[in-house]
């Protein structure tokens, strides 16, 4: 069975700095893995997803992550901190094994503030 | 144009009542979903319907009854109000069935049961 972890139920980071979420990730067949992001009061939007190929996947806004097999992780950063950035950030693993349901199991989320 | 629309946004309601949440979605996907996210912000699947049919049913208390009348609209009918179901509804939805598709999301329907 999949499962998903996110370390850190909340970071904070001054604007400019690094951000680095993570998310570590069980399953027991090749996952596929996403990000998306939740601002206040709003719905769940895409930030970008590993799917099959390069290791290294860059999103909108300027985030990316990079799928580890050996580490069972797939952990998101950006250079630079926005305020804008502001928001609360999911990590997904999709389910595969029995049917091809697209059920999605969702990490206990990161809450990321920006500090100016 | 929003391509994942939900109505109510808003819904309080006492403790018995039934209600509906409506979701629609423009983008001409085939599947939909419902997800409830609860206080702490954990969101779980409940549903998700291809082509108006069921694919998913999570261990869902049968008070939810999902309806899809055609592959743009999934709405979902909760009777007998708990305190419990206090969330908020997310109604999602992808182009295809499948583990690859980009999920795309509603704004949310926030229940209140009092």
């Known amino acids: 069975a999949q499962s998903v972890t996110q370390l850190g139920s909340h970071v904070s980071v001054s604007e400019g700095a690094l951000v680095l979420l993570r998310c570590n990730y069980s399953?027991?067949?090749?996952?596929?893995l996403f990000w998306y992001v939740q601002y206040p009061n709003q719905g769940l939007q895409l930030l970008l997803k590993y799917t099959t190929g390069a290791t290294l996947v860059k999103g909108i806004n300027g985030f990316e992550a990079e799928f580890k097999k050996s580490e069972t992780s797939f952990h998101l950063t950006k250079p630079s901190a926005h305020m804008s950035d502001a928001a609360e950030y999911f990590c997904?693993?999709?389910?595969?094994?029995?049917?091809?349901?697209?059920?999605?199991?969702f990490g206990q989320g990161t809450t990321l503030q920006v500090k100016p | 144009d929003t391509a994942v629309s939900q109505t109510p946004k808003y819904l309080v309601t006492q403790m018995g009542n039934d209600k509906s949440i409506k979701c629609e979605q423009n983008l001409g996907h085939d599947t939909m979903y419902w997800y409830k996210q609860d206080s702490k912000k954990f969101l779980k699947i409940m549903f998700s319907?291809?082509?108006?049919?069921?694919?998913i049913n999570e261990t869902v208390p049968n008070r939810f009854s999902p309806k899809s009348p055609d592959k743009a609209h999934l709405n979902l009918h909760i009777n007998s109000l708990e305190l419990g179901d206090s969330a908020v509804y997310f109604c999602?939805?992808?182009?295809?069935?499948?583990?690859?598709?980009?999920?795309?999301f509603g704004p949310g329907t926030r229940l209140l049961v009092l």
């Open positions: 999602a939805s992808s182009q295809l069935l499948g583990t690859q598709e980009t999920q795309y």
């Open positions: 997904a693993v999709s389910v595969h094994g029995s049917g091809n349901t697209g059920k999605l199991i």
């Open positions: 319907y291809n082509n108006k049919e069921l694919i």
């Open positions: 399953s027991s067949v090749p996952p596929y």
